[in-house]
């Protein structure tokens, strides 16, 4: 690792603060990606901030019906919670389907978010990487590319996103709420929080410097039957291939999210209103502007039967 200095804060404004006024500077919580990353040099931060000590772990019912939930709130936590299980079944799904036991037990709502690429690429230091090293290239569009990313990508990076949990807030039309290092506040739906690829892959999301994740808000409950399905090389501990995240109705209306083939979770609107014509028609609208590799075009036939499945499910 390389040098760095720490600072435990007792604020949101000043933990953002702090992060505006230090160059290099990386909010810390779990660890459970910053640190495998510092390890490996891919994050040098050149000062750490502590924000464990702030009163950001508590999931709370807002005034509209809704669940607020801290920025610190841990996986598990937010998987074991009853209201979650009862109200939002598929965010509990997508946590428990995610990394192991001990991880979910240190990972925070937050950093859950803000994870890094898995792109092989991206960690190997001595390969080219855009997301790594701006302007360096882009191994992955020569290479090993089965993980990577079906739609949604540019001529400068395929790297997929690898959260769970991403998915399933996506679906469920969650917004970040933010603190800046002036003090206002900021509220970001999911939807729009995760910035396109294009020639800019490092700027991974539309935070701006300093700005730190406070809560994140689920509107009131949708209700219908929830379900969340994940298809990987093994069995557990292991990043989707292609995961499945829906919400049908008795009349056959809904919402779908798929994780695993872009650089965020992917769900449009046009989709959802393709539900009850069936999955095929879902399908085709997700997957319209699709330009799969040699290695990963497979995908493509492992969403629609998912798709197909996790509908078939639902309506049962």
Known sequence: MKTFTYERVTTPAEAAASAQRTEGAKF??????????????????THLIDVNGL????????????????ALVR?????????????????????????SGQLRNQATTAGN?????????FYDTNQP??????????????????????????????????????VAMQLLDAVVETVNPDGSERQIPLAEFYRAPGDTPHLETVLQPGELIVAVTLPPPAGGTHIY???????????????????????????????????????????DAALPQGAQAVYDKLFATAQPTAENAFKL??????LASVLSEARA
């Not at 009853?82 to 995610?98: E, F, K």
């Not at 882009?138 to 769970?164: F, W």
């Not at 036939?301 to 998912?306: H, P, Q, Y």
């Open 28 to 45: 810390i919580a779990g660890g459970t990606n910053l640190l495998d990353l510092m390890k490996l040099e891919i994050e040098t931060p």
């Open 55 to 70: 009163a950001l772990d508590s999931i709370e019912v807002t005034a509209e019906g809704g669940l607020r939930i801290g």
């Open 75 to 99: 996986n598990t936590d937010l998987a074991a919670d009853g209201r979650v299980r009862r109200d939002y079944a598929v965010l509990s799904r997508a946590l428990l389907a995610g990394a």
């Open 113 to 121: 978010l803000l994870q890094r690429t898995r792109c092989p690429y």
């Open 129 to 166: 990487c855009n997301k790594r090293q701006p302007g360096s290239g882009c191994a992955a569009l020569g290479g090993y590319s089965r993980q990577l990313a079906v739609v949604g990508a540019s001529e400068s990076c395929i790297a997929t996103h690898p959260s769970d949990m991403a």
């Open 229 to 271: 399905r994940k298809v990987r090389d093994r069995a557990s501990y292991a990043f989707a291939l292609v995961s499945v995240a829906a919400i049908v109705h008795p009349d056959g209306s809904g919402r779908v999210a798929i994780g695993g083939v872009a650089h965020k979770p992917w769900r449009l609107a046009e989709a």
């Open 301 to 306: 036939t492992l969403a629609k039967r998912t």
